[in-house]
């Protein structure tokens, strides 16, 4: 699949701006993070900039961008639709959160953050469901998709919540938990492409299950459909050398592992230190979730290059 980078950029930033808003909404009326109102609202604020900004450069993979607001109608049926509509809804309590952190209003805080934070997580759960939900990509209709979208996004948004933390000098539960999560997007990955790489199931389509020829593996379409470049080619034929993807799903793991390590030495070291590694550490952790991005579509083949390639 052609891996766009408007998705790609969507898709990161809206689940690191997601998972930021549900552990400040989640941590902080636990006192595991600043309780001011100075921190809250600067924490704030770099989510919904980083939620606003992926949604709005989702937008520009559409054909006609001035029709996005139909998608809104089909909740019943699609995930995309249902995404945007928990998106909409979870910015009441995130206006909510924030003027009751402006008030000082402990308990209003606590009770709005929490209906933010449910909000974020159907958010990006319904965000993964939409990959998990098309059955012609095997790569995507896959139980572990969603799963990955939501570890993910609670990942990178711990990396940003600790490197925010550090700076008001009260990050050590936030680091701890970027580290965590760090090593179980490390060790999730790693089975998620072991999955993808193994041998398809029983039941997926082949060329020779759709025509009935040969056996699998010897049949070749003789000639091409059309010679000219297309847009189901360009879109869904998408392709990326072997070689360069290992070469990719190193920088994926080595940026999660970097991420992780240094949360785990900055939640014991404190001090200047400890800031200057967490912001190393949310780096990491976004640059490899960019290159994970864009491998997860690089990677991905739609049933319908069989009748292009012969492969899918």
Same mark, same amino acid.
């Given at each position: ?34 309780? #001011? ?24 993979? *559409? #054909? ?48 709005? %953050? ?51 933390? %550090? ?14 999560? #760090? ?5 999730f990955k790693r089975a998620y492409w072991a999955e ?36 189901? *080619? ?16 190193? *920088? ?13 030495l900055a939640a014991f070291a404190g001090g200047p ?40």
């Amino acid at each position: 699949m052609n891996p766009a980078p408007s998705i790609v950029f969507f898709t990161t930033a809206s689940g690191a701006g997601y998972g930021l808003l549900l552990w400040l909404c989640v941590l902080r009326p636990l006192g595991l993070v600043p309780g #001011g109102s100075g921190f809250g609202l600067v924490a704030l604020g770099v989510a919904t900039a980083l939620v606003v900004a992926g949604l709005l450069s989702s937008t520009a993979h *559409l #054909g006609r961008p001035e029709r996005a607001w139909r998608a809104f109608s089909q909740w019943r049926s699609s995930w995309l639709s249902r995404e945007g509509v928990a998106a909409v809804a979870t910015f009441v309590p995130m206006v909510l959160f924030g003027l009751s952190v402006l008030a000082g209003n402990g308990a209003a805080a606590a009770l709005t %953050g929490l209906l933010a934070a449910a909000g974020a997580a159907v958010t990006v759960w319904c965000t993964g469901m939409i990959y998990a939900s098309l059955k012609p990509v095997r790569q995507w209709h896959h139980p572990l998709v969603p799963w990955g979208y939501m570890l993910f996004a609670g990942f990178s948004g711990a990396a940003l919540l600790a490197a925010l933390a %550090g700076f008001w000098g009260q990050a050590a539960w936030p680091a701890a938990l970027a580290a965590g999560l #760090g090593a179980a997007s490390f060790g999730f990955k790693r089975a998620y492409w072991a999955e993808i790489d193994a041998p398809p199931p029983a039941g997926t389509p082949t060329i020779e299950t759709a025509t009935g020829l040969g056996r699998i593996g010897a049949t070749r379409p003789l000639d091409p459909p059309h010679t000219e470049q297309t847009w189901l *080619l360009r879109e869904m034929g998408f392709r990326v050398a072997r070689k360069h993807s290992r070469k990719l799903r190193l *920088l994926v793991l080595g940026g999660f592992g970097a991420a992780a390590l240094v949360s785990l030495l900055a939640a014991f070291a404190g001090g200047p230190l400890a800031g200057l590694l967490l912001v190393v550490g949310a780096a990491a952790a976004l640059g490899g979730l960019l290159v994970e991005r864009w491998l997860m579509f690089a990677e991905a083949t739609h049933t319908v290059t069989l009748f292009y390639t012969g492969e899918a």
